[in-house]
């Protein structure tokens, strides 16, 4: 007889019946590997975004037709006394014959122009200009800049980002949501329990703190569950992903966030808990 009057004693709503620990647990599981999936996406867009704008400082390059050492010398000097450009460095001619290679087979004996690439001190800055400063020492220079497809992708990167905190606020809503539903099945199972330790004293605090420390715990060991089946799954994907944001797959993943996701979870279901019981019991006469 000692073991349930212990046990009573240490739950006396008897809430380990009353919220129902695996089906709790298996909700906020698939709430959390779904919130798992949605922070490796915002974590992954914003490193690519980030190679994505450092990837447009080099994303200008000058040809010069017939380069000459003389030409070639000018639009270098002309360049570097800009103070938009932060390096201009001329390309080996070697390394163009080669990158044109799989496109023209041998290069030997055709007039490649000579090629400068440009890294910029100010992303903003406009090439066009940088390109008619260069133009005007040297005839028939010719600027190219790609930075417009890395503004769309970094744009993209940006809408992704987004696109993931509203999932992650749409989870957490719905997580708190089938927190309430199964807080509201409790407080319905053991009413009359309830309604007596309330008649005893027990105060609003104190009946909604033992719903919500229990709810809390089944949330937090659901997102654990949730965030381990993640796992495996998001290394996957960094793999793939690995070659575009210079990262092995496990250094990928966004460990911090994964690691607070239970707490998250647990301080989500406190506070639906919380909210949940206190109105119940506004309500009793």
């Not at 010069?64 to 000097?77: D, F, K, S, V």
């Not at 007039?111 to 992303?123: M, T």
């Not at 066009?128 to 133009?135: E, K, N, S």
Request: aromatic share 4%; no cysteine.
């Amino acid at each position: 007889m000692a073991e349930p009057k212990r046990r009573l004693a240490r739950d006396p709503l008897g809430l380990r019946k009353a919220l129902a620990d695996r089906l709790l647990i298996g909700l906020v599981a698939a709430m959390a590997l779904l919130a798992a999936l949605a922070l490796a996406g915002r974590a992954g867009a914003d490193r690519l975004a980030e190679r994505w704008r450092e990837g447009a400082q080099a994303a200008v390059t000058v040809q010069i037709p017939q380069p000459t050492p003389e030409r070639m010398q000018r639009a270098l000097t002309v360049l570097r006394s800009q103070p938009e450009v932060a390096s201009a460095e001329p390309v080996d001619p070697a390394r163009m014959a080669e990158l044109l290679r799989p496109w023209l087979g041998g290069a030997e004996g055709l007039p490649l122009p000579g090629v400068i690439e440009l890294h910029l001190a100010d992303l903003s800055a406009d090439a066009t200009l940088i390109g008619d400063r260069v133009a005007r020492e040297v005839p028939g220079a010719v600027t190219e800049a790609h930075g417009i497809w890395v503004a769309h992708l970094a744009a993209l990167a940006r809408a992704i980002q987004g696109l993931a905190l509203a999932v992650l606020g749409l989870v957490a809503g719905v997580a708190a949501a089938v927190v309430g539903v199964a807080v509201r099945a409790g407080l319905s199972a053991r009413r009359d329990a309830v309604l007596v330790l309330h008649g005893l004293g027990a105060t609003d605090a104190d009946v909604a703190g033992r719903f919500a420390r229990r709810a809390a715990y089944l949330a937090g060991m659901g997102a654990v569950m949730g965030t381990v089946l993640a796992v495996p799954a998001l290394a996957g994907l960094a793999s793939l992903a690995g070659p575009l944001a210079g990262e092995a797959s496990w250094q990928g993943l966004p460990w911090v966030d994964l690691l607070l996701l239970p707490v998250m979870a647990g301080v989500v279901a406190w506070i639906a808990t919380q909210a949940t019981v206190r109105r119940w019991l506004r309500r009793l006469p």
